[in-house]
């Protein structure tokens, strides 16, 4: 129990900071578009209602799910198969370099005239930022498996989906969660980028349209949503990966209690 409130202190303890220190520097604020935190917290029941969380909330949510399992599947596939053939890698590479560098958002205009405007438009944003993250974690993990756990595997006739699952993938699963933890924020920020460009609903177009009316309270609202989204899904991400990686956090525990 001790050690639970001890967690929970820890977690809690610098976001409340950055709070009281956000609502001291800004109490006396009579400026437009710095207003008190007080002000902001009493415009938020207001702004983000029931209705508003099912029809801006919910989508952004959603398309930030499929967009982010799309980049995971497609990352972890392309990655094992690249990290495994160094054929394969090594042709690959030149290219897979030239289009990491390309920033997603200036992607956004010229996905717009292939998918439109539509739902289908933001997920693949987000898809094309996300993979990148999780495809160069998962070649380096699948390259750094052990090469004689490899050949044990072989001489004892552990090929195929077996060696695959039980070998390759779960040895390269730490590197490939450290990838899917850096593609979650960057996958965040390109669905407020693409909801910012051309959307009907989401939490990057209600933000915009405050800030065009006007309306600074309300969006600075919508920033604390945000932050408030980013910290559930940090959450849950977390909680998933302690337990798909139970063994790997036991092994290195285990090896900082050896002598």
Known sequence: MRRLLLRVFLVLALPVLLLLAWWVASD?????????????????PDVWTGERLRA??????LRLLAGYGTAAVAGVAL??????????????????????????????PVIMLFAGIGDTMKIVVIASGCVWPVLLNTVEGVRAVDPVMLDTARCYGITGPAR??????????????????????????LMVISEMFAASDGIGFTIVQFQRGFA???????????????????VVFRLVERRVLDWYHGLRASARRSP
Do not use: K, N
């Open 216 to 234: 600074i309270p309300g969006m600075w609202t919508g920033i604390l949503v945000l932050g408030l989204l980013g910290f559930l899904l940090s």
């Open 56 to 61: 801006d909330v919910l989508p952004s949510v």
């Open 164 to 189: 695959l699952r039980h070998l390759v993938l779960r040895g390269a699963s730490p590197q490939i969660f450290a990838g899917l933890r850096q593609a979650l924020s960057l996958g965040i920020i």
């Open 79 to 108: 990655g094992t198969l690249i990290g495994s053939h160094r054929r394969v890698r090594a042709v690959c590479e030149p290219v897979l370099e030239f289009l990491r560098a390309v920033p997603p958002p200036v992607l956004v």
């Open 28 to 44: 006396g604020s009579t400026q437009v578009y710095w207003p008190p935190l007080r002000t902001i917290l009493r415009t938020f």
